[in-house]
């Protein structure tokens, strides 16, 4: 069936067309009330948003085909993030597109609050010549304090850097050596207020982050600092910020974001020591066009491959991160899967191992992949690599990841175990190339096979004539067999079949499968 997508406040002409080429049905409205939303999502795959939409946890537990919120530019605080994870709803936002304009503003607004520009203007819009009222400093030379190094920080750091300012940065979610390979010192955030000429708010809005430049923050900063926020409004305490200014503690101020958007108290924005903008960081032509239609591809490709980029609510993966994670999650996906088919009971502990190249890929997404193929069988509903691993938490299933540097037959290796309250099983599968696909192991057995689409698992005696048998038990009910493994532990009596036919195979034909002479266990497993 074709996908439904909500497109809330518009999107690109480019980013719509390349949704509509798809042949999906695209319906486009205007903003609207969390409620009259909520009447509306239900039967739809996705919806793009802008700032003027409030997805509430209301308008998220009505979305019930919802698998995607799509936000074009970088904030995403008008989404309830908590709800939407544990919804399963991937929410992914488009930050590459408006890097420039937003850095670009910031300079403009570092530029106005040490000038005096927009005052300067105001009085020749008055008819007043007084060019002794508006004296400035210059940049050059001056200290400035990039609070928040991301992306957007880093491009107003080289471009401060440009004019001649000395960058010192603070961020906790950032290592101090990937800061200091710039050239940029990472401080505390009392030493970045403290020695800091200029600051400038690059960090996202969180409940740690709110009010983070407030009364105390105020109190250890240089006299005469100024202050640019073009990130998200309530990072600042409006009130400490504004008796700041009138004692002089703070010398002016730029600000592109207001704690409310438009502001509900005026005084801050009209204050004659602050440029106020009405957020128009992303406002250009380049960075709507780029952020309208890099949500739309994230979307369409999110939709048709599950391809993720740049979500807010799982493991950041983006651009050759993700090129290079995603095979093994589809591994990982696929093991798990089989994992539940095979192993009956209720789960009580996943075990992820990853071994040789895999030790390198970052192990989170990777497990949340294989954690969510588990699920996703034992707890078919609603269960998605977004809420996988914390519905595993609520229902008491133990999550754990191994890893080891011993010699392996294979470059890389993976390893799922688990365990259920009736049995224990593993499987181990390896990536060859880019992303092909293999499964090496069965439960301690050797074997050679492809995990997709439907497999027959047959455990059976290490003797001659089950393979047989069974082929002509599934060639008598027209069960065509594309291709098969054999595997054995030598000396164990054991061996193992893994059969891929063409189609499901019915549970009369698995029933006298199982009564073949010789066969221990047989399971029908369907894995995508």
């Not at 209301?58 to 799509?70: P, T």
């Not at 002794?132 to 940049?139: M, N, T």
């Amino acid at each position: 069936m074709p996908h439904k997508i909500l497109v809330l406040e518009g999107i690109t002409e480019r980013g719509l067309g390349l949704l509509q080429a798809e042949g999906w049905q695209i319906d486009q409205k205007k903003a609207m009330p969390p409620a009259e939303l909520a009447r509306l999502v239900g039967p739809y795959d996705a919806m793009t948003i802008r700032s003027g939409s409030q997805i509430t946890a209301e308008v998220l537990e009505a979305g019930k085909n919802l698998k995607v919120v799509g936000r074009p530019g970088v904030g995403v605080d008008n989404v309830d993030l908590e709800a939407a994870t544990r919804l399963g709803i991937m929410v992914m936002n488009s930050p590459m597109g408006n890097l420039v304009s937003t850095a670009e503003l910031t300079l403009a607004l570092l530029f106005a609050a040490a000038r005096n520009i927009a005052q300067a203007d105001a009085s020749m819009k008055a008819e007043r010549w007084d060019r002794k009222s508006f004296p400035g400093v210059e940049l050059s030379g001056k200290r400035l304090g990039v609070v928040g190094f991301g992306r957007i920080g880093r491009e107003v750091a080289t471009r401060a850097r440009a004019l001649g300012m000395d960058i010192a940065a603070y961020d906790p979610f950032v290592s101090a050596a990937a800061v200091e390979a710039m050239g940029v010192p990472m401080l505390t955030l009392d030493e970045l207020l403290a020695t800091s000429d200029l600051i400038t708010l690059h960090t996202t809005l969180t409940k740690e982050s709110r009010h983070l430049i407030g009364k105390s923050a105020l109190a250890k900063v240089k006299r005469g600092v100024r202050i640019v926020n073009a990130a998200r409004g309530e990072l600042v305490d409006e009130e400490a910020l504004l008796a700041a200014l009138e004692d002089g503690r703070v010398a002016a101020a730029g600000l592109d974001v207001h704690a409310s958007e438009p502001p509900a108290d005026w005084r801050l924005a009209r204050h004659p020591r602050v440029v106020a903008t009405p957020h128009v960081g992303a406002q250009t032509a380049e960075a709507q066009e780029r952020v309208g239609t890099d949500i739309a591809i994230q979307v369409r490709d999110f939709l048709k491959g599950g391809i993720i980029q740049h979500a807010v609510n799982f493991f950041a993966l983006s651009g050759d991160v993700y090129d290079q994670v995603k095979p093994a999650m589809d591994l990982a996906g696929r093991l798990g899967t089989f994992l539940a088919q095979a192993c009956p009971g209720v789960p009580e502990r996943i075990e992820v191992g990853l071994y040789g190249d895999l030790r390198e890929l970052d192990a989170n997404p990777v497990i949340a992949a294989a954690v969510c193929g588990v699920m996703r069988c034992a707890y078919p509903d609603n269960v998605t690599l977004v809420n996988a691993r914390a519905l595993a938490g609520e229902k008491r299933i133990e999550v754990l990841e191994s890893t080891s540097s011993a010699k392996l037959a294979f470059s890389n290796l993976m390893a799922v175990r688990l365990k259920t309250a009736d049995r224990d099983f593993s499987v181990a599968g390896t990536l060859f190339g880019r992303n092909h696909l293999r499964l090496v192991d069965v439960d301690g057995v050797e074997v050679d096979a492809i995990p997709q689409g439907h497999l027959l698992l047959v455990k059976n005696d290490d003797t001659p004539g089950v393979v047989g048998h069974l082929g002509g038990v599934l060639g008598e009910h027209n069960v065509n067999i594309a291709r098969m493994t054999v595997g054995r532990k030598p000396g164990s009596g054991r061996a193992v079949m893994l059969i891929e036919v063409d189609n499901e195979v019915p549970a009369a034909v698995l029933t006298e499968v199982t009564r073949v002479p010789g066969v221990r266990e047989a399971r029908a497993l369907a894995l995508g």
